[in-house]
Antibody, heavy 127, light 107 residues
């Protein structure tokens, strides 16, 4: 059974840092364009960051660019999201998800749909 | 950035009825670069439809998608009790953006 297991969520003060990890079980993550998608409480979904399929490029939403960094550890079959300079508006459940790439978008980023999702990790930014 | 507007915001129907959910893009998403997801409380989203009309693995055939360009529709032909949830559309022609969701509730 394929599972994506997210960990590392918690409560952090504004301006602080947190690192999320996503481990693949029954699925090797490295060949895929893994991404992070977040959902603020009671709100909709927002793509945050992701890799290209080859893993040699990473992409970010404007709302997190310069503050968040996505990385992966092939040996551990994990994808991580380092979140710095956190703000109250970053409070959300963060999902890791596998992106099936169908197209290179007009923004020159991988375009596709998310077929596997992790269970989510709650990040709360509050003093 | 392409903005996806889903309507209605809430849809109240009874089991056995037909549900029609709309997703409209602020500009063309580029043919059929659109997916639909179902999300139940406390759960991660679940892929239903990709490429505007292709059902994901294991999705019952009562779910169908249609449309292209800027106007897309998700249809559930005959509602089952487990279908009451929130539904999101997502485009992938220009970056990756989601609609605001339609809540399908029991009438």
């Amino acid at each position: 059974e394929v599972q994506l297991l997210a960990s590392g969520g918690g409560l952090v003060q504004p301006g602080g840092s947190l690192r999320l990890s996503c481990a693949g079980s029954g699925l090797t993550l490295s060949p895929y364009a893994m991404s992070w998608v977040r959902q603020a409480p009671g709100k909709g979904l927002e793509w945050v960051a992701g890799f290209s399929g080859s893993g040699d490029s990473s992409y970010y939403a404007d709302s997190v660019k310069g503050r968040f960094t996505i990385s992966r550890d092939i040996s551990k079959n994990t994808v991580s999201l380092q979140m710095n300079s956190l703000r109250a508006e970053d409070t959300a459940v963060y999902y890791c998800a596998r992106l099936i790439v169908e197209v290179v978008t007009t923004s020159m980023t991988p375009g596709g749909y998310f077929d596997y999702w992790g269970q989510g990790a709650l990040v709360t930014v509050s003093s | 950035e392409i903005v996806l507007t889903q309507s209605p915001g809430t849809l109240s129907l009874s089991p056995g009825e037909r549900a029609t959910l709309s997703c409209r893009a602020s500009q063309s998403v580029g043919s059929t670069y659109l997916a639909w997801y179902q999300q139940k409380p406390g759960q991660a989203p679940r892929l239903l439809i990709y490429g505007a009309s292709s059902r994901a693995t294991g999705i019952p055939d009562r779910f169908s998608g249609s449309g292209s360009g800027t106007d897309f529709t998700l249809t559930i032909s005959r509602l089952e009790p487990e279908d009451f949830a929130v539904y999101y559309c997502q485009q992938y022609g220009t970056s990756l953006t989601f609609g605001g969701g339609t809540k399908l509730e029991i009438k």
